[in-house]
T-cell receptor
Framework: EAGVAQSPRYKIIEKRQSVAFWCNPISGHATLYWYQQILGQGPKLLIQFQNNGVVDDSQLPKDRFSAERLKGVDSTLKIQPAKLEDSAVYLC?????????????FGQGTRLTVV | ELKVEQNPLFLSMQEGKNYTIYCNYSTTSDRLYWYRQDPGKSLESLFVLLSNGAVKQEGRLMASLDTKARLSTLHITAAVHDLSATYFCAVDFVAAGNKLTFGGGTRVLVKP
């Protein structure tokens, strides 16, 4: 079974520029998550999709971050404009969601450096 | 507030000795996960604990869950160098609904 695919693996941009990340979840997984992991910290949930609908985006900085999941499969996360504090690894995860306790599987992540 | 705290933050281990990582959480949950992360890599699932008193073991690692104490432990038996990594616990809080709140991680370094 193929895992969660993310691209690019690395990205370096200047502050105020825009950037987009892509995620392809495990086939058949209805739930997709984007997490932000700052160096030395645990991942923090940014947004959760169930199929193509948003379940939770309470921690997404909506003035600069946006995300979409077209057709309930692939997802993109965009930052515009980027700030220095956005430097982090952005992890995508997916799960099949059969109730609480369903395991989530993580992609390799995209490491963003804002200079 | 939904909080997950791990301690210690850093653990320097000697090969062959036993150690424990603790994960405390702030409110009701009976779903707890342990993940391992190697430097520059993603999160690898280790254990899924789904009920009070759950205990799971894989090799030198054993995880347990006490929902009354809101505590999970990850016990390492006879540490070996290959276990060097950062370990995260994550909680699926009843109030939050099928999404994970992570602890800050415990960085483990096993020295010969």
């Amino acid at each position: 079974e193929a895992g969660v695919a993310q691209s690019p693996r690395y990205k370096i941009i200047e502050k105020r520029q825009s950037v987009a990340f892509w995620c392809n979840p495990i086939s058949g997984h209805a739930t997709l998550y984007w997490y932000q992991q700052i160096l030395g910290q645990g991942p923090k949930l940014l947004i959760q999709f169930q199929n193509n609908g948003v379940v939770d985006d309470s921690q997404l900085p909506k003035d600069r971050f946006s995300a979409e999941r077209l057709k309930g499969v692939d997802s993109t996360l965009k930052i515009q404009p980027a700030k220095l504090e956005d430097s982090a690894v952005y992890l995508c995860a997916s799960s099949s969601y059969r109730g609480r306790g369903t395991e989530a599987f993580f992609g390799q992540g995209t490491r963003l450096t804002v200079v | 507030e939904l909080k997950v705290e791990q301690n210690p933050l850093f653990l320097s281990m000697q090969e062959g000795k036993n150690y424990t990582i603790y994960c405390n959480y702030s409110t009701t949950s009976d779903r707890l996960y342990w993940y391992r992360q190697d430097p520059g890599k993603s999160l690898e699932s280790l254990f899924v604990l789904l009920s009070n008193g759950a205990v799971k073991q894989e090799g030198r690692l054993m995880a347990s869950l006490d929902t009354k104490a809101r505590l999970s432990t990850l016990h390492i038996t006879a540490a070996v160098h290959d276990l060097s990594a950062t370990y995260f616990c994550a909680v699926d809080f009843v109030a939050a609904g099928n999404k994970l709140t992570f602890g800050g991680g415990t960085r483990v370094l096993v020295k010969p």
